[in-house]
């Protein structure tokens, strides 16, 4: 115990559903198909990679903006799928994962008073990082029910103070993946402005039906204000190595690397070494659409008779679902009660808006083994 008084930089944040619903299902012997991540290994090909780098002796401090190899790979891939030729040298950075990629964007830009938009549901790191800059998180409602943008709201959020703007396609937690026309239509909302982007690409690689990830990179109008973001922990299976990347026009890059030095400096060597070999398997990327959709359509086809209403999914790693015909429970009782007296967590959508929103629609996670899932369809298949 300590007596010392401490004023609370975050006072409204306390622990996590994520948390609260991994403990419960660990609690419970629950499948956990709550929080996002895979139940299954990475490519042992990439575990070698790493190893042989670490024998090798790659283990002393990397360069501040991280190895000029890695960011030469980042930049051939990007400049191959989206046509936008970053400068390695001065317009790619790796993060410890998109997480500290966004915080250390939104305290490179955002200044005290400064206005961000965050568009709701949204990923629950957004709105601590705005308050630990002093900015004022501004939600506009993504259009309930689809998920889509809703640009008339999104434009009469806009004043002489919005600074930036996050946007997240494919969308965490809803499986929304943003259109060509609606990137473009951001582009002209955009295009009298001043107005930033942070782009949080992290799911590129998990877009279904043949449909092809529209990233900001691909419009020039948005690239040229855009940092985008994203992760090699879901794209290759490994959320616990946190390490992603940004990449962004020199003039901000300049600023995010001023923060990114003293925020944690650089990222770990090996793994950059491990990550920058094993990109020459473009496959382990290009199959990864027909991996999740696979599982995908395994999850949906087995709860199609359930009472679960599914909403659409296009993307991610994640299937919503309406609950409304199960049970009369608000969303969070209800993932307490699937998990804990039903075997299977889920996280509330509520979790993702600063209200509390409830709509009756829980997210669960298909990142999981076939045989995590059928156990899982078992449980849900019974209600
Ligand atoms: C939308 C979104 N952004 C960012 C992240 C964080 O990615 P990382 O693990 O690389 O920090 C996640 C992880 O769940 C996410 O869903």
């Known amino acids: 115990m300590s007596s010392i008084p401490l004023q609370s930089r975050l006072p409204n944040v306390g622990t996590t559903i994520f948390t609260v619903m991994s403990a ?22 990439l575990v070698d990679a790493v190893s042989q780098a670490m024998r090798q002796g790659h283990n002393q401090y990397p360069p501040m903006p991280g190895l000029p190899v890695l960011r030469e790979a980042i930049a051939a891939k990007m400049a191959a799928l ?37 568009l709701e549901p949204c990923y629950d790191s957004y709105v601590p990082n705005i308050d630990l800059a002093g900015g004022k998180p501004v939600r506009v409602p993504l259009t309930p029910g689809t998920f889509r943008p809703d640009f008339e709201k999104i434009a009469a959020a806009i004043t002489p103070r919005t600074r930036t703007i996050i946007v997240n396609s494919p969308h965490n937690p809803s499986g929304t993946v943003w259109t060509a026309a609606e990137l473009r239509q951001l582009e002209q909302l955009l ?10 690409e992290v799911y590129e690689h998990m877009v279904f039906d043949g449909q092809k990830h529209q990233s900001a990179a691909m419009f020039p109008g948005l690239a040229e204000r ?29 600023e995010f690397r001023k923060v990114h030095q003293f925020n944690v400096f650089t990222v770990n060597t090996p793994v950059q070494h491990g990550l920058a070999a094993y990109m020459a398997h473009q496959d382990a990327y290009l199959a990864l659409p027909d991996f999740y959709q696979q599982k995908r359509d395994l999850f949906r086809a087995g709860l199609k008779n359930s009472k679960f209403r599914l909403l659409p999914c296009e993307g991610t790693y994640f299937q919503c679902v309406d609950t409304s015909a199960v049970n009369d429970l608000g969303e969070a009782d209800f993932c307490k009660w699937l998990t804990s007296e039903r075997g299977v967590a889920a996280i509330p959508l509520s979790a993702f808006y600063g209200d509390g929103f409830d709509q009756r629609v829980v997210r669960f996670c298909f990142a ?16």
């Open 24 to 45: 419960l299902a660990a609690e419970k012997k629950a499948v956990n198909l709550g929080q996002g991540f895979p139940d299954f290994d990475c490519d042992p090909q």
């Open 82 to 118: 989206y046509g936008h030729a970053y400068n390695p040298g001065t317009e790619i950075t790796i993060t410890a994962g998109a997480t500290q990629a966004i915080l250390t964007v939104i305290l490179a830009v955002v200044h005290p008073g400064d206005e961000v938009l965050v």
């Open 191 to 200: 295009a009298p402005t001043n107005i930033l982007l942070i782009s949080d």
């Open 226 to 254: 855009a940092f985008v973001v994203s992760s090699f922990g879901k794209t290759y299976h490994v959320t616990g190595w946190k390490v992603g990347y940004v990449a962004a026009p020199a003039a901000l890059m300049q």
């Open 368 to 383: 999981k083994k076939t045989e995590t899932l059928q156990l899982a369809l078992e449980k849900l298949q019974r209600l």
